[in-house]
């Protein structure tokens, strides 16, 4: 089984950036797809990107397109999540995710969730 943690959530003010990181353990990312979602206060919890870990492919919602961007280093078996040019509305819990294939990643939910790390951004 996978587990997931993310952290480098905090308080930035509007336009700052922050850099969250997922740390895997367990298995490796081989053939996987690992991606990030977010929550809002009294919003449904939402996709924000994904990336293939074999092929680096990536896919971005376009609330962030542009602004954020995720990426994996090989040897810590880990994902990070770039974001520049944060908005108030970008505010959430930030959740790492992982589908265990290319096509679960396309059809449901992610199979592994971590437990969420807070971004807090001020105007």
């Known amino acids: 089984q996978v587990q997931l943690v993310e952290s480098g959530g905090g308080l930035v003010q509007a336009g700052g950036s922050l850099r969250l990181s997922c740390a895997a353990s367990?298995?490796?990312?081989?053939?996987?797809?690992v991606g990030w979602f977010r929550q809002a206060p009294g919003k449904e919890r939402e996709f924000v990107a994904r990336i293939t870990w074999d092929t680096v492919i990536t896919y971005y919602a376009d609330s962030v397109k542009g602004r954020f961007t995720i990426s994996r280093d090989n040897a810590k078996n880990t994902v990070y999540l770039q974001m520049n040019s944060l908005k108030p509305e970008d505010t959430a819990v930030y959740y790492c995710?992982?589908?265990?294939?290319?096509?679960?990643?396309?059809?449901?939910?992610?199979?592994?969730w971590g437990q969420g790390t807070e971004v807090t951004v001020s105007s």
């Open positions: 367990g298995r490796t990312f081989s053939s996987s797809v």
């Open positions: 995710a992982a589908w265990t294939s290319y096509l679960s990643s396309t059809s449901s939910f992610p199979a592994y």
